[in-house]
């Protein structure tokens, strides 16, 4: 269960524990394994919903296990950032409904992230190094990355200018103006359309959401996972002091099984993190909603079904789950399979 720096040191010490399996540590993987086999007859682009256990090598504590449950929505064959501002809205919409507010989407471009490194003159096979410490920013501040990146031996005009820059977005807001500030900064390093597609799904999608969030450009935000190649986001939740989930775009996902790149993009929610964080708000399980069969008589007047139509009505306004059906011969076996389908209260309406 070893990953990253961790399975990186484990090489090298030649550890006897490391085999050619392992248990599955994301849901990204095989879905593009199955889109990969089945991408003829699928549709484009091709929506994906899953839940399923995943396993990873971290140190148990609140929140995270080494054994849980992800929740992802994923969409495959749409280059466009439609696939973000979908993806961005669905999750969110989501959350509002479970009862959350005040909670933020962070988002960021691993684009960005190169731009800033190459900018400030870090050589780019240095690049994961780098973004492996920038990782701790919210942990150790800008002191102890600084600290970090001049033990790694690297010089202290590209620690302080790659710090400046940070300190920068910082000062301009983490809006669509630490957007342009960034943009205009790296003109040279970074590609053109990273600006406008950053803005155009920040615009898009607080013109539609319909949950009480904020959605921040976060510079800092690298995503562990290396198969991220553009947009990254994470949701902060205040509550948990940590994220509680995230994705982005993995664009060359595909074309490692099928050798044709295929525009990819997939957010995901802990299961677990968002349950611990409904119980300690004291949330209740909704109740399940009454339900009523109206069972009328073969023959019953036009003019007072009418009626009861409308009186069906006014009970699903109400709250009720409403059947409206005609009385069967066999009454008796009926009600009987109505009841066992949940149904307590059973109304008869006769001709006479």
Same mark, same amino acid.
Request: with cysteine; hydrophobic share 40%.
């Given at each position: 269960?070893? @990953? ?38 699928? +549709? ?14 971290? @140190? ?14 994923? !969409?495959?064959?749409? +280059? ?59 942990? !150790?501040?800008?002191?102890? #990355?600084?600290?970090?990146?001049? =033990? ?8 302080? =200018? ?42 898009? #999608? ?12 976060? +510079? ?31 664009? =060359? ?20 993190? !968002? ?32 009626? #009861? ?19 069967? =011969? ?23």
């Amino acid at each position: 269960m070893k @990953r990253g720096e961790k399975l990186k040191i484990a090489e090298a010490k030649d550890e006897t524990d490391l085999v050619d399996f392992g248990m599955r540590y994301d849901l990204t993987v095989p879905l593009v394994r199955y889109y990969s086999n089945n991408a003829n007859d699928l +549709p484009s682009p091709f929506k994906a919903l899953q839940m399923g256990n995943v396993w990873r090598a971290d @140190r148990p504590q609140r929140g995270r296990y080494r054994q849980f449950m992800q929740c992802d929505i994923d !969409i495959i064959g749409e +280059p466009s950032n439609l696939a973000e501002i979908e993806l961005i809205l669905a999750t969110t919409t989501t959350i509002g409904k479970l009862g959350f507010k005040n909670f933020e989407i962070r988002i960021n471009e691993r684009r960005i992230l190169k731009a800033m490194a190459a900018y400030s003159g870090f050589a780019e096979e240095d690049y994961d190094t780098v973004f492996i410490i920038l990782d701790k920013m919210d942990k !150790i501040g800008l002191d102890g #990355v600084a600290e970090e990146l001049a =033990k790694e031996g690297y010089a202290k005009e590209s620690i302080d =200018k790659y710090l400046g820059l940070f300190k920068g977005v910082e000062e301009a807001g983490n809006g669509i103006d630490g957007i342009c500030y960034i943009a205009k900064t790296l003109e040279g390093f970074l590609e053109e359309d990273v600006e406008k597609n950053l803005l155009e799904i920040i615009n898009s #999608v607080n013109a539609a959401k319909q949950a009480d969030f904020k959605l921040v450009f976060d +510079p800092t935000l690298v995503r562990g996972m290396s198969y991220y190649t553009g947009t990254i986001f994470e949701i902060a939740m205040p509550e948990l002091g940590a994220a509680c989930g995230g994705g982005g775009r993995y664009d =060359k996902m595909v074309g490692k099984f099928t050798g044709q790149d295929v525009p990819a993009c997939g957010f995901s929610i802990g299961f677990e993190r !968002i349950v611990l964080l409904l119980m300690e708000s004291g949330f209740t399980v909704p109740m399940q909603r009454p339900k009523v069969a109206y069972l009328i008589e073969k023959g019953y007047p036009a003019d007072k079904l009418v009626d #009861v139509i409308a009186k069906a009505q006014e009970e699903r306004q109400a709250g009720k789950q409403v059947l409206v059906v005609r009385m069967n =011969k066999n009454k008796k076996f009926q009600k009987e399979k109505l009841a066992a389908e949940g149904y307590k209260d059973i109304v008869e309406f006769f001709n006479n």
